[in-house]
Nanobody
Framework: QEQFVESGGGLVQPGGSLRLSCRVS????????MGWFRQDSGEQRELIAS????????DYADSVKGRFTVSRDNTKNMMYLEMTSLKPDDTAVYYCNSIRGTFSWGQGTQVTVSS
């Protein structure tokens, strides 16, 4: 069964940085197009970054473009999200999944940006 385990969240001041990790099991990770999502309380979950399985092509939502970087290590079944210049609006629970959110969701990791 597929499993996604997110980690690396925390409390950070505006302008700070965090690196999130996603450990994946139970799927053919190396060929899977993957995504990072986030959900703030009362809001819908949104896709903010994606990376293809074959070419590693990346794409970002406008809200994070230029500040976040998604990467993956197919040898370790891991995906990462490097977040810089964090803003209070980035506060949310962050999740990883296939780019279409096909699989069961993990618990996510909380990111709180506040002074």
């Amino acid at each position: 069964q597929e499993q996604f385990v997110e980690s690396g969240g925390g409390l950070v001041q505006p302008g700070g940085s965090l690196r999130l990790s996603c450990r994946v099991s139970g799927i053919l990770f190396s060929i899977s197009n993957m995504g990072w999502f986030r959900q703030d309380s009362g809001e819908q979950r949104e896709l903010i970054a994606s990376i293809t399985g074959d070419s590693g092509r990346v794409d970002y939502a406008d809200s994070v473009k230029g500040r976040f970087t998604v990467s993956r290590d197919n040898t370790k079944n891991m995906m990462y999200l490097e977040m810089t210049s964090l803003k209070p609006d980035d506060t949310a629970v962050y999740y990883c999944n296939s780019i279409r959110g096909t699989f069961s969701w993990g618990q996510g990791t909380q990111v709180t940006v506040s002074s």
